[in-house]
């Protein structure tokens, strides 16, 4: 069982090894690509985010690939609960005014280390991180009930069974 | 959906995970649908029917099985 386990992880780590090279690849040649035309910077970011993406469609599809039926129930009911639980949990979240004043102290701090205008305006920059964190967070929850949403059908379902 | 398959699977000796392996599923899998929280597809009560060498009306029991609305 021991040697299934791992076997099971072993697996796991090395589908995702490839997505740990391109995302250490673009942080070591991040200083390259920086002295390089903003146009080869953007092409070269832009290429990693997609590999990233549709790499991660290709682990999820094999994956599915796998499950059997009540696995397959439990994944439908997680994604259907979870990701409303997730989104109605970050507009409340976002209610709370101190978390909304972090992000906002976040985006500003953000904007003013990399120099770009004073924290009390508005700028390109500073509405792009404001999307990035946003969305971040609203996927941070999705995945957060998506994790709630697949214990509850667990737990529904009598547990993890004997064990072996 | 009731079934029998705690008692079947005591009488042949198998634990939960040696049926899961045997039916190609999960152990857990097993569990939900042996305490009867997961109603199983045909083709996987037949192939956990088969194992036991009965029929599918000798392992899950269908008289809670609500009839389809006329």
């Known amino acids: 069982m021991t040697k299934r386990v791992v076997g099971k992880f072993g697996r796991l780590a090395l589908l ?52 059997d039926e009540v696995h397959l129930a439990s994944q439908g009911f997680a994604n259907s609960y979870g990701w409303l639980w997730g989104g109605v949990a970050t507009i409340f979240l976002l209610l709370v005014p101190p978390v909304m004043n972090w992000l906002v102290d976040l985006v500003n701090a953000t904007v003013k280390a990399r120099g770009a205008g004073a924290p009390d305006t508005t700028n390109h920059l500073a509405v792009q991180l404001a999307f990035f964190y946003g969305i971040s967070l609203v996927m941070l929850m999705q995945g957060l009930g998506v994790c709630v949403a697949s214990v509850v059908w667990w737990r529904r379902m009598g547990g993890l069974g004997e064990k072996s | 959906m009731k079934n029998r398959i705690r008692v079947l699977r005591a009488e042949k000796g198998w634990s939960q995970a040696e049926l899961a392996e045997r039916v190609r599923v999960s152990r857990n899998s097993i569990n939900a649908i042996e305490n009867g929280r997961f109603d199983p597809s045909l083709p996987l009560a037949f192939r956990i029917a088969d194992n036991f060498g009965l029929s599918v009306e000798e392992v899950f029991d269908k008289t809670d099985v609500k009839p389809a609305a006329s």
Do not use: T
């Open chain 1, 16 to 67: 995702l090894l490839p997505v740990v090279f391109v995302v250490a690849g673009l942080l070591v040649a991040m200083p390259w690509v920086k002295q390089q035309n903003p146009a080869v910077a953007k092409f070269v970011g832009e290429v990693g985010v997609i590999f990233v993406a549709c790499y991660g469609i290709f682990v999820v599809l094999r994956q599915q690939r796998r499950m």
